[in-house]
């Protein structure tokens, strides 16, 4: 990221701090709920320490990996040998949401989970933590990226991971074929307009309006901030959360008027 977007975006950040609302400010029912019961709990379960320690010896590591970016570029530095720890400090998601991706989970009960991008794996133990009977499908685009993740699961017993090694583009019909039905879809990839919004189709194809799908980065430049507004546009769509550095999505018909919300977290 350059320092001009690097300025662009702390802007953004800064209207969206101050223009958020809070459940003061909503006349939903459901969203005054999820505030209530995910956004404003701030109840340390077991499970975070875990996670977190995972996190802190990742950030401290010194090995290296091979890695094959089939994204739209990183924040890591030039060249195709990168350090665990820079991969786990701009790469993963921060601890606030994974925490909040284990509340939801738990809140909302999905029981087949997709995530596309791996990474370190901090995100997907999250989700896999807070649903043990759940089956968790993560898709990594790098198969060494994929393999020290799958060192992580295993350092955290995590046993409800189904592993998929390969591009998106390549691999995700299949995956979606092989769960049916994703109550749970988490997009952290390829961050841009025209795969973001080709994943948001193929998913939605298999979803039900009980689907919750949830964009990464939905700021991160304008071509995100475009995907972002055609999603809240879609037909099916009928209500939509921006947390800023994530966006919900929801299909539920009972939602007779479609409406987004700008939600402070």
């Not at 995972?54 to 089939?70: A, H």
Request: net charge neutral; aromatic share 12%; charged share 20%.
């Amino acid at each position: 990221m350059g320092l001009a977007q690097q300025y662009n975006l702390a802007g953004k950040y800064l209207k969206y701090y101050f223009t958020s609302g809070n459940r003061h400010d909503v006349h939903s029912p459901f969203v005054y709920s999820l505030i209530e019961d995910v956004l404003l709990d701030k109840k340390q379960h077991p499970a975070f320490r875990e996670i977190e320690q995972l996190r802190k010896q990742l950030l401290q590591s010194d090995e290296t990996l091979q890695v094959t970016d089939l994204g739209a570029g990183s924040l890591i530095s030039a060249g195709n040998e990168r350090r665990v720890r820079d991969i786990t400090r701009y790469a993963a998601k921060q601890p606030k949401f994974g925490q909040l991706f284990y509340r939801l989970i738990q809140y909302l009960q999905p029981g087949r989970i997709l995530e596309l991008g791996t990474s370190m794996g901090l995100s997907t133990a999250y989700m896999a933590k807070a649903a043990p009977k759940a089956r968790v499908y993560t898709i990594e685009g790098c198969p060494n990226i994929a393999a020290r993740a799958a060192k992580n699961f295993e350092s955290l017993h995590l046993s409800n991971i189904t592993q998929v090694t390969g591009n998106f583009d390549t691999v995700l019909p299949d995956v979606l074929k092989q769960m049916q039905l994703p109550d749970w879809v988490y997009i952290d990839g390829n961050h841009r307009k025209e795969p973001t919004l080709a994943y948001f189709e193929q998913c939605l194809q298999f979803a039900d309006e009980y689907s919750v799908f949830i964009f990464d980065d939905i700021h991160w430049t304008p071509d995100m901030e475009a995907a972002w507004h055609i999603i809240q546009d879609h037909p099916q769509v009928t209500m939509t959360i921006d947390l800023f550095f994530i966006g919900l999505v929801f299909f539920r018909k009972d939602f007779k008027v479609k409406q987004h919300f700008t939600l402070k977290y």
